[in-house]
């Protein structure tokens, strides 16, 4: 059956999923076993999953081995207050959410973004519960043009659907072409991306008054959401809060 809004696949589209499914079997996102479904993860790649429940610092989500109250703080949220209000992040980022990440990023393996975006669902319940509008981080045009997608956008676009939420892919521009944050320090990070991001004053309306969500794939040491959060508060946004699908522990 299909679903509200999607034309009938008809007989012939019927017959190319049942050929296509017999000829490239979806295949574990961790190891490649074959599973039932594109995107998911044989019981064995499960079982490695890393997930970020609490307790955690209530600002940063970073997890705490112990439960220390409701609103316990991290030392890096109290030493270094971020400009956002929280960030929150479905699974640690290594093993099967590491290839995950690659898979979308390079490998144009965008059929991974709806179940990714399932898990930071999960993650980001009472973040997306306060947001007015989600806010991918986007790319420079060029990299955008290299790449022909952004994997921030195609998990903005799942987690608005899965959650009925105002999606608004171009809200916010990357307006300096940057360096690939990999394998920068903390600080040549935040250099960087320092001016990178800008609302357009076309868009500004859709961001003034407005509690932001802002997605991104990885949450590494925060720069590029930190710089694209200041732009989004110099345009008015009433808050801001980050979501992404996969973060770097300090101490990995």
């Not at 971020?82 to 690659?102: S, T, Y």
């Not at 393996?109 to 399932?118: K, V, Y």
């Not at 790319?139 to 799942?158: I, K, S, Y």
Request: charged letters at 20%; proline letters at 7%.
């Amino acid at each position: 059956m299909n679903g509200p809004g999607k034309a009938p696949r008809g007989i012939a589209g019927f017959l190319a999923e049942q050929v296509a499914g017999l000829l490239f079997p979806p295949q574990c996102s961790g190891c490649g076993r074959e599973v039932s479904d594109p995107g998911t993860v044989c019981g064995t790649c499960w079982s490695r999953l890393r997930f970020i429940d609490r307790p955690y610092c209530a600002v940063m989500g970073t997890p705490f081995a112990h439960d220390l109250g409701e609103n316990f703080l991290s030392a890096e949220a109290i030493a270094d207050p971020p400009p956002f209000q929280r960030v929150r992040a479905a699974v640690v980022h290594d093993g099967v959410p590491r290839r995950m990440v690659v898979g979308l990023k390079y490998h144009d393996q965008t059929n991974l973004a709806p179940w990714m975006a399932r898990w930071m669902v999960r993650a980001g319940g009472e973040l997306i519960a306060d947001c007015d509008v989600i806010v991918p981080v986007p790319l420079h045009a060029f990299r955008f043009w290299a790449r022909r997608f952004n994997q921030a956008a195609e998990l903005a676009r799942a987690v608005a659907r899965q959650t009925d939420k105002p999606f608004e892919p171009e809200a916010l521009l990357r307006v300096k072409r940057t360096r690939q944050q990999v394998g920068l320090a903390t600080t040549e990070r935040q250099r960087n991306v320092s001016g990178a991001f800008r609302v357009p004053q076309a868009e500004a309306i859709k961001i003034s008054g407005r509690n932001i969500l802002l997605i991104d794939d990885v949450y590494t040491t925060g720069a590029t959401v930190k710089a694209a959060t200041r732009a989004l508060l110099r345009a008015h946004a009433a808050s801001v809060d980050i979501l992404t699908f996969s973060r770097v522990l300090p101490d990995m």
